[in-house]
């Protein structure tokens, strides 16, 4: 095996020496495999921006005491079904986790809940948080913030965040799951390239001159590029303004923390959750079921998939044969564990 192909790494495996890893440095059991499972899941779903390589980064937020293990995390209730949770600088999916258990309670008596979350760390993938939802028969949307990665339409200054949008909606059968960020890509898919010294194509973004570019390392010191043109750019800026209205989190250039291990977090985070029984709303799901079916009937057999179709399979497939790492990023975690091994 060369050194550029992937290693298959048991899921099991790989998610205890990243939970190691992180009680190594600090973390509480709990809080570890929670962050440990989230960044799993990037990697289950064939997303390594979200996944192990982002653990070094995490390690050394543990460190500086930007993040907070055992954190109090405190909810405040604004109204009936609303929401207000402070992170205390907690690990990021540990304040997502207690924000979902808490939309998904109050749903059930209410119908409709909405959690704001600040001063918690980054969150990872938004698909696992709402898949969670749909699972109670209920329809699930996240919102997130990042770092002004992403220029406006028209300009090449990075004045936007990246910031994802999940929603799932549950069927018959297994739930619609779209999670995407509003930027051509993401940042730590750029990082991914530049690591591996690869190219990225054109169109990903500009240097910081503002030019085009193909170069990853150019890139990353430049700005992305909005996903589809003015439209992406408008839901982008959006998105920005309804999470920092709601969560009271910054806005623009002011968020940090999600992907350094120098700054604060200051980013918010939104999740809501509808129950489609509260509002009467079950005898849509084998509708909403039979529909999709019909969509993925409409093309060449398996040429068209819903969203969350093609993440499912792979998540699936490598839950059983491993999960592929690049011999960097593998070789980055057998540092990281080696080093709370010999403490």
Same mark, same amino acid.
């Given at each position: *095996?060369?050194?550029?192909?992937? *290693?298959?790494? +048991?899921?099991?495996?790989?998610?205890?020496m990243i939970a190691d890893v992180l009680i190594g440095n600090g973390a509480g059991v709990d809080d570890a495999q929670c962050q440990a499972d989230i960044l799993i899941e990037g990697e289950l779903r064939e997303q390594p921006s979200h996944g192990v390589g982002r653990l070094?980064? !995490?390690?050394?937020?543990?460190?500086?005491?930007?993040?907070?293990?055992?954190?109090?995390?405190?909810?405040?209730? !604004?109204?009936?079904?609303?929401?207000?949770? +402070?992170?205390?600088? %907690?690990? #990021?999916?540990?304040?997502?986790?207690?924000?979902?258990?808490?939309?998904?309670?109050?749903? #059930?008596?209410?119908?409709?809940?909405?959690? !704001?979350? =600040? =001063?918690? =760390?980054?969150?990872?993938?938004?698909?696992?948080?709402?898949?969670?939802?749909?699972? @109670? %028969?209920?329809?699930?949307?996240?919102?997130?913030?990042?770092?002004?990665?992403?220029?406006?339409?028209?300009?090449?200054?990075?004045?936007?965040?990246? =910031?994802?949008?999940?929603?799932?909606?549950?069927?018959?059968?297994?739930?619609?799951?779209?999670? *995407? %960020?509003?930027?051509?890509?993401?940042?730590?898919?750029?990082? @991914?390239?530049?690591?591996?010294?690869?190219?990225v194509p054109l169109g990903w973004g500009v240097d910081a001159d503002g030019r085009p570019t193909t170069d990853a390392s150019a890139l990353a010191s430049g700005a992305l590029a909005p996903f589809g043109g003015s439209k992406g750019y408008a839901l982008a800026i959006a998105?920005?303004?309804?999470?920092?209205?709601?969560?009271?989190?910054?806005?623009?250039?002011?968020?940090?923390?999600? !992907? +350094?291990?120098?700054?604060?977090?200051?980013?918010?985070?939104?999740? *809501?959750?509808?129950?489609? +029984?509260?509002?009467?709303?079950?005898?849509?799901?084998?509708?909403?079921?039979?529909?999709?079916?019909?969509?993925?009937?409409?093309?060449?057999?398996?040429?068209?998939?819903?969203?969350? @179709?093609?993440?499912?399979?792979?998540?699936?497939?490598?839950?059983?044969?491993?999960?592929?790492?690049?011999? &960097?990023?593998?070789?980055?975690?057998?540092?990281?564990? &080696?080093?709370?091994?010999?403490?």
């Amino acid at each position: *095996m060369s050194r550029t192909d992937p *290693m298959l790494i +048991d899921v099991g495996r790989l998610r205890m020496m990243i939970a190691d890893v992180l009680i190594g440095n600090g973390a509480g059991v709990d809080d570890a495999q929670c962050q440990a499972d989230i960044l799993i899941e990037g990697e289950l779903r064939e997303q390594p921006s979200h996944g192990v390589g982002r653990l070094p980064v !995490l390690v050394g937020r543990l460190r500086r005491g930007l993040i907070v293990s055992g954190a109090t995390i405190t909810p405040r209730w !604004l109204t009936e079904a609303v929401v207000a949770i +402070d992170g205390g600088r %907690s690990f #990021g999916p540990v304040a997502a986790r207690g924000a979902i258990d808490a939309v998904i309670d109050r749903a #059930g008596t209410s119908g409709v809940a909405i959690a !704001l979350v =600040n =001063n918690s =760390n980054h969150i990872g993938m938004l698909a696992p948080y709402v898949e969670r939802i749909a699972a @109670d %028969s209920a329809i699930g949307l996240a919102f997130t913030t990042s770092e002004a990665l992403v220029h406006p339409w028209g300009g090449t200054a990075p004045m936007v965040g990246t =910031n994802p949008i999940a929603i799932a909606v549950p069927t018959a059968e297994a739930p619609l799951v779209l999670d *995407m %960020s509003t930027a051509a890509v993401s940042m730590g898919k750029v990082l @991914d390239h530049a690591a591996r010294d690869l190219k990225v194509p054109l169109g990903w973004g500009v240097d910081a001159d503002g030019r085009p570019t193909t170069d990853a390392s150019a890139l990353a010191s430049g700005a992305l590029a909005p996903f589809g043109g003015s439209k992406g750019y408008a839901l982008a800026i959006a998105l920005e303004c309804l999470v920092g209205v709601l969560t009271g989190s910054a806005l623009g250039p002011d968020v940090r923390g999600t !992907l +350094d291990a120098e700054f604060p977090a200051t980013k918010g985070d939104v999740f *809501m959750a509808i129950r489609l +029984d509260r509002l009467g709303l079950t005898e849509m799901l084998p509708r909403v079921s039979a529909y999709l079916d019909l969509v993925r009937a409409s093309g060449r057999r398996g040429a068209v998939s819903i969203p969350g @179709d093609r993440a499912r399979g792979t998540r699936m497939r490598r839950a059983t044969e491993g999960i592929p790492l690049s011999s &960097r990023t593998w070789s980055a975690l057998l540092d990281l564990h &080696r080093e709370v091994a010999h403490a």
